[in-house]
Nanobody, 122 residues
């Protein structure tokens, strides 16, 4: 079983940047893609970005595609979400997850990290 551990969250002022990391450990990473989701209080879990693990092909939600970048270091089994020009509405718990398909639907991701809080506030 693969385990995922996120890190890099915190408090940042509007316009600031953060880089989230998601380290995969355990069994050999064999999933097709890694995704990032976020969930604010009272809201559904929202797709943010995904990356095809073998090719590095990214896909980002429209709401973030001009500010966020997704990447991975396959040798380190670690994925990254670089978040720039952060806005208060980006405040949420951010989760990484892995899937065996190319999808933005949370239900299709079978392993999740514990989440890391991102708060954008002055």
């Amino acid at each position: 079983q693969v385990q995922l551990v996120e890190s890099g969250g915190g408090l940042v002022p509007p316009g600031g940047s953060l880089r989230l990391s998601c380290a995969a450990s355990g069994r050999t990473f064999s999933h097709f893609a890694m995704g990032w989701f976020r969930q604010a209080p009272g809201n559904k879990r929202e797709f943010v970005a995904a990356i095809a693990w073998s090719t590095g092909d990214p896909y980002l939600a429209n709401s973030v595609n001009d500010r966020f970048t997704i990447s991975r270091d396959s040798a380190q089994n670690t994925g990254y979400l670089q978040m720039n020009s952060l806005k208060p509405e980006d405040t949420a718990v951010y989760y990484c997850a892995v899937t065996r398909s190319w999808t933005t639907l949370p239900i299709n991701y079978d392993i999740w990290g514990q989440g890391t809080q991102v708060t954008v506030s002055s």
